[in-house]
Each structure stands twice: as C-alpha cells, then as structure tokens.
C-alpha cells in the first residue's frame, strides 16, 4: 500500500494568515492525489483533485501543487469556515489511501 | 443526482457481528469500484476495505482482515460489508464512497457503529 504522510499537525493559524499543508508519498503517484476538508457529523469535502485542479464550488483561497511524492495544500487567507481536519488521498493504486490528517486549529 | 445511504450501524457487544449496508442510487454502480472508510473517535480516516465493479478483487486493511467481509449486489445497487469478530478499537463511523478517484467524489453521510463491552 502506498502511504502517505502529512505535516504538520496540528497545525495552529490566525484568520488572515496563509497556512500550508504537505503531503508526502512513499512512492511515484504522479498527480493522482485528491485533498479533502473533514468537519465532524460530515462527510469528507473534496478541495482539490489531480493534485492541483480546484474542485467546482470551492473558493479560490485553496489551491493544490505537486507531483510525484510531494504535494502541498495551501490557504491563502485563513477564514474561521476553514477550521476543520484536511486530508490527502492517494488513486495512483488500490487501495485508495489517506494521510492521517492535519486538523487545522484558529489561535 | 448521485446519493450514497449507509445503514446498519449500532451499538454491538465485543465479539459480536453488525453488517452495513450502501444503498446507492444516480450512477452506474455496476461500472465502479466501491470502498468503505471509517473514522474513529479522535482519529483520522482510514480505509476499510475497497471491491472491484465486478465482485472479482477484494483489499482489505490489516486491521480488519480475516473479520470483515465486502460484497455487493449490482442488481441491487448496494454495497456491504459484513463485520465479525467486532473490538472496541472498530467503534468509528463508516462511510461508504464510490471509488475516490478525482472528481467528483461521492460519500454517503456515514453510519455509526459501536462497540462495547
């Protein structure tokens, strides 16, 4: 199975701040990596898929880079809404993996 | 519209069986492969256990291999996964999604299961 490896976490940002997230693969997934927003009683929120494409619907202070075993989430401009866990996920191979997650935390 | 409803969690006594299932509805399930991922308290996700479209290749996590069975029916439209054996550390809430491959990605709203002593 391929892992996948986040950091940091947790992670703790004022509102306004930029925060980034990485994401970091055991081995070549090239861009087959999703990023998800998870707020509890819900189900996970895609953000960004194929590593860099913004999911329709979801604001443009997010973005995804990356290739290969190294991918970043960014938040331009930390908002109160953006408070929430944020996951990386692999299709490159079954089984479809995740990182353990960054909960992101307002200081 | 594509919808994604888990049912069957509870509240379960260790050693004891619950099966979960996912009734789906807005796509061709038969085309896709399908997966459960579960979350337990105060921790991340983790994948369960994933079925090819065509019922012929299972994966399962080492944590619950030789306890959990994944099947479904595509004259149904439904997923399941059949749980034995159940630890208190399988206590989570169960999501079912259609293969997690970009977008669009589609989850159910997830079900709670319980185990207990």
């Known amino acids: 199975d391929i892992q996948l490896t986040q950091s940091p976490s947790p992670l703790s940002a004022s509102v306004g701040d930029r925060v980034t997230i990485t994401c970091q693969a055991s081995q070549d997934i090239s861009h087959y990596l999703n990023w998800y927003q998870h707020k509890p009683g819900k189900a996970p929120k895609l953000l960004i898929y194929?590593?860099?494409n913004l999911e329709r619907g979801v604001p443009s202070r997010f973005s995804g880079s990356g290739s290969g075993t190294e991918f970043t989430l960014t938040i331009t401009s930390l908002q109160p809404e953006d408070i929430a866990t944020y996951y990386c996920q692999q299709y490159s191979n079954l089984p479809r993996t995740f990182g353990q997650g960054t909960k992101l935390e307002i200081k | 519209q594509v919808h994604l409803v888990e049912s069957g969690g509870g509240l379960v006594k260790t050693g004891g069986s619950l099966r979960l299932s996912c009734t789906t509805s807005?796509?061709?399930?038969?085309?896709?492969?399908m997966g459960w991922i579960r979350q337990a308290p105060g921790k991340g996700l983790e994948w369960v256990s994933y079925?090819?479209?065509?019922?012929?290749?299972?994966y399962y996590a080492d944590s619950v291999k030789g306890r959990f069975t994944v099947s479904r029916d595509n004259a149904k439209n439904s997923l399941y996964l059949q749980m034995n054996r159940l630890r208190a550390e399988d206590t989570a809430i169960y999501f079912c999604?259609?293969?997690?491959?970009?977008?669009?990605?589609?989850w159910g709203q997830g079900t709670l299961v319980t185990v207990s002593s």
């Open positions: 807005g796509f061709t399930f038969r085309d896709y492969y």
């Open positions: 194929d590593a860099s």
């Open positions: 999604a259609r293969d997690l491959v970009g977008s669009p990605a589609y």
């Open positions: 079925i090819s479209h065509d019922d012929d290749t299972k």
